[in-house]
């Protein structure tokens, strides 16, 4: 059985989830239906980043579970959850969503001269394990009050059902990170594939960026290994920010991670590189860092976190569908962003 999911928006902003099977190894497909149509009082809403991983494992082998992200708009403010649904019996009917947490992206940009990057600020990422553990990472500013993103992890040990408190799990709390994906080995350690800003200097006219493999068995302590760069940002595509792409691929043959990432070229005619590299003999070594707790914050903090997660969300909806500011948030740019 083969499964697709994804999302569809209407001309108000609505989305819901779609689900289509192929039971012939992709030839042919069942017709596509709606597996959640997300609602919420006096707004639009809708999902996005839907993806799908299955169980392999004991009673529960089969089950499907999907991850979304779920942004609510209501007026000119709009928030996003993570959340994730499950199947029993392959995908024809679905369990009631379960949310793992707030999403609260504020996205990434250079601190000198102020350029974005079109990051994965709203598209979450999930792995399965082979004791049917979850894990789910996407970007989130709660461990900096706001300053920047970081690489928030939640794992589930009951198939989806519960999850943890997120933590943050990448290796420089000070340097902006973004994008991750996460897979998980046969032999059950955990790889989280991400970049961040570590190396970035004051200077204006370039943005280094690096790519960056953690590896855990418990997700609390984490291993570092460079993966790529320092690499220019600055020579990336513009679309709407700086792209690499929303998201990165992270898979493993044997005891090998295999990232599928984009990097800048040495040359500005060579804007972008996709690489796939053997990343061989990782296993759980000497503590680099270990996962950081929410800061938390006051109810002043925690409203300027509201709105400018809200702003992100704006901006980051913007790129991918022109005119969904005034649509769905009535404002054509949310004040304090740059197009």
Do not use: C, K
Not at 7 to 32: H, Q, V
Not at 41 to 55: D, E, F, K, Y
Not at 102 to 123: E, H, K
Not at 227 to 239: C, E, K, L, N, S
């Amino acid at each position: 059985m083969v499964y697709a999911v994804w999302d569809r928006l209407d001309r108000a902003g609505n989305g819901p989830a779609l689900l289509a099977r192929s039971t012939d190894g992709g030839i042919s497909w069942e017709t596509a239906r709606v597996i959640y149509n997300p609602t919420v009082a006096g707004g639009v809403s809708q999902t996005i980043g839907n993806r799908v991983v299955v169980l392999g494992a004991g009673a529960q082998r089969g089950v499907l579970v999907n991850l979304f992200t779920q942004i609510d708009s209501v007026g000119t403010q709009s928030s996003a959850r993570v959340g994730v649904m499950r199947s029993a019996d392959r995908g024809l009917t679905w369990d009631a969503p379960v949310f793992i947490a707030s999403q609260q992206s504020v996205g990434t940009r250079d601190a000198a001269s102020g350029q974005t990057v079109r990051d994965g600020g709203i598209i979450a990422s999930i792995a399965a394990g082979p004791d049917n553990g979850l894990w789910v990472v996407w970007q989130d500013s709660r461990f900096s009050a706001g300053a920047r993103d970081a690489i928030a992890l939640s794992r589930s040990a009951d198939g989806g059902r519960t999850w943890s408190t997120p933590v943050a799990i990448n290796a420089v709390a000070g340097a902006a990170a973004f994008t991750p994906a996460v897979h998980v080995r046969a032999d059950g350690l955990v790889g989280v594939l991400h970049y961040d800003l570590r190396n970035n200097t004051a200077d204006v006219n370039t943005l280094p960026a690096n790519a960056w493999l953690l590896s855990s068995r418990d997700g609390i302590v984490w291993n570092e290994v460079a993966v790529a760069g320092p690499f220019d940002m600055m020579r990336a595509p513009q679309a709407g920010g700086l792209f690499l792409g929303d998201y990165q691929g992270l898979v493993s043959v044997g005891t090998s991670f295999i990232p599928v990432l984009v990097t800048t070229g040495a040359q500005a005619s060579d804007p972008t590189q996709v690489t796939a590299p053997l990343l061989s003999g990782i296993t759980q070594q000497l503590s680099l860092s270990r996962a950081r707790p929410s800061l938390g914050g006051d109810a002043t903090t925690r409203a300027a976190l509201s709105a400018s997660g809200s702003d992100a969300i704006g901006q980051a909806m913007e790129r991918r569908v022109p005119g969904w500011r005034q649509r769905v948030q009535g404002s054509a740019r949310p004040p304090g962003l740059a197009p």
